[in-house]
């Protein structure tokens, strides 16, 4: 997130046309026009790329939360079994595909920590690393939401500046042509 930020500062020093700005201030001559608009499309499509990019992952952790969540719910159904009975259960194996297990009291866990590595915990290290990630989760999620927003946003006002700027240019056109 720093990254864009500091993109972004870089990109708005590079030009910026607030709205109590006077257009005529920023631009001396006309054969800057085209230069600015240039300038300006550039750093447009780059937001709009960062912005698909911060989009792809904000996607991918909102798929990252239920399977966390999943997960701890499991882990709480299994802690609630009674020590004596066998819990009868299925399981998914893939998204289409589903077994019927016995478990009795296990006393560990194994969990998929990425890149095909599955390591096995205690039942309290594994609510405790579970619950951590999901708070992690939800802190990126909220991050890169807070990104998002800043993307759009600095997305419309480069916009809004090229409108201006080619109104501006059509005006001085207009006024050329009536000399």
């Known amino acids: 997130m720093v990254m864009f930020l500091l993109l972004s500062v870089y990109l708005s020093s590079l030009f910026s046309l607030r709205e109590q700005e006077d257009v005529e201030k920023v631009v001396s001559d006309i054969t800057e026009l085209p ?18 990019d911060v989009a792809a992952r904000r996607d ?10 999943k997960a701890l719910a499991m882990l709480d159904l299994l802690d609630q079994q009674e020590k004596d009975k066998p819990l009868d259960t299925h399981f998914e194996i893939s998204d289409t595909v589903y077994a019927n297990a016995s478990v009795e009291k ?8 990425g890149a095909g590595v ?14 951590k990630n999901l708070k992690t989760a939800h802190e990126k999620l909220a991050s890169l939401e807070e990104t998002l927003d800043f993307l759009k946003e600095q997305a419309i006002t480069t916009e809004v ?13 207009r006024q050329s042509q009536l000399r």
Do not use: T
Not at 106 to 113: A, D, K, R, T
């Open 35 to 52: 230069g600015l608009l240039q300038k300006l499309d550039s750093n447009h499509r780059l937001y709009k790329q960062i912005e698909a």
């Open 106 to 113: 296990p006393e560990h866990v194994c969990l998929w920590i």
């Open 60 to 69: 991918a952790m909102q798929m990252k939360i239920p399977q966390i969540q």
């Open 161 to 173: 500046n090229m409108s201006r700027l080619y109104n501006y240019q059509v005006q001085l056109r």
């Open 118 to 131: 599955l390591l096995q915990y205690k039942f309290e290290e594994a609510h405790e690393l579970l619950r």
